[in-house]
């Protein structure tokens, strides 16, 4: 069974950084693209970044220069490091698997969803 397991969430000050990390199992985890995306309360599901299996990077503009996305496939896992946090990060990140993906910004074309885990940003 495909498994994605988002750990690394947590409370931090306006200013402050957090590394998540996706471990991935139940797939050949080289040949897929790794999105993280983000849900607020009442809000839609956003793209944050992404990574494809050629190791090519994707970042929304709000993001791009605050965070970055990795991936270590000798470990099947998957990294985003944020830096530069505002309140307007707190949301749940999920982290999401596409076999071969072509479109790493849009949400549906990811096959398999973690559970996600939880961001949230003081002021």
């Known amino acids: 069974q495909v498994q994605l397991v988002e750990l690394g969430g947590g409370l931090v000050p306006a200013g402050g950084s957090l590394r998540l990390s996706c471990a991935a199992s139940?797939?050949?985890?080289?040949?897929?693209?790794m999105g993280w995306f983000r849900q607020a309360p009442g809000k839609e599901r956003e793209f944050v970044a992404a990574?494809?299996?050629?190791?090519?990077?994707y970042y929304a503009d709000s993001m791009k220069g605050r965070f970055t996305i990795s991936r270590d496939n000798a470990k099947n896992t998957v990294y985003l490091q944020m830096n530069s946090l505002t309140p307007e990060d707190t949301a749940v990140y999920y982290c999401?698997?596409?076999?071969?993906?072509?479109?790493?910004?849009?949400?549906?074309?990811?096959?398999?969803w973690g559970q996600g885990t939880q961001v949230t940003v003081s002021s």
């Open positions: 139940g797939l050949t985890f080289s040949t897929y693209c």
């Open positions: 999401a698997a596409d076999y071969r993906g072509g479109s790493p910004r849009i949400a549906g074309e990811y096959d398999f």
């Open positions: 990574i494809t299996w050629t190791s090519s990077t």
